[in-house]
C-alpha cells in the first residue's frame, strides 16, 4: 500500500485554507483570554481534539449521515452561520469571554472552538468530497487521513502557543480581540448564511 503525496498535500493546503490555524488565535484569545493558564491550556487541545473527532466522523461516513437525514451541503452551511453569528453577537455585545465560570474551558473548547469555528461546514464539506473522489483507493485514504491528523496537530500547536499573547496584551487586550473577533465572526456567519441561500437556489 502506497501514500498518495498529492492527495495529501492538496487536502492539506485545503483544510489549512479553510480552518486559517493563524486566523484562530484572535478568536482563541478573546474566549479563553480571561480564564486561568490551566484552562487555556486545556482548551487549546480540546477544540483541535474535538474537530478531529467531528470532521474524522464525517469522512468515514459522512455521505450516508447527510443522505440518511436528507441534510444537504447548504443546511451545513446555514446552521454554522446562524452558530456563528450568535457567538458573535455575545461578543460584541461584551457576553462570553469577558464574563467567564469555571465551566468555561470545557465549553468554549466545544462551542464554538471545536465545531462550528475550526469543524464548520466548509471543512466537513471539504473532507466528504476528498473522500468521495477517492474511488476505494487505499493509498488516497491514507493521504487523507494523514492530512486531516496534520492540521489538527498545527492547529493544536497553534493555540497553545497563542496564550503567551496574553501576557503582552494584558485585559484591555483581550477584550478589544473580543470585539474585533466578534465582527469578524458576523462577516464570516452572514457570508455562510448567504452561501447557503445561493446553494438551495442553485439546487432548484
Known sequence: M?????EYTTVLIT???????PG???????????????????AAWQAPAVSLLVISTFALGGKFILAYLHIGVPALQGAGGLLLLLVALQLLNGGGASRPTASDG???ALVPLG???????????????AVSQASGEAASYLAIAAAIVTVHVVIAIV???STVLIRILGVGGVTLLAKIAGLLLAAIAVQLIANSIMGFIDAR
Open 106 to 108: 470545557v465549553n468554549v
Open 159 to 161: 493555540l497553545r502557543f
Open 15 to 21: 483544510l489549512i485554507v479553510i480552518m486559517d490555524p
Open 2 to 6: 502506497g501514500f498518495d503525496v498529492t
Open 115 to 129: 465545531t462550528p469555528l475550526l469543524a464548520g461546514p466548509g471543512a466537513i464539506a471539504a473532507v466528504i468530497v
Open 24 to 42: 484562530q488565535i484572535p478568536i482563541f484569545l478573546s474566549l479563553v483570554g480571561h480564564q486561568s493558564p490551566a484552562d487555556r491550556h486545556r
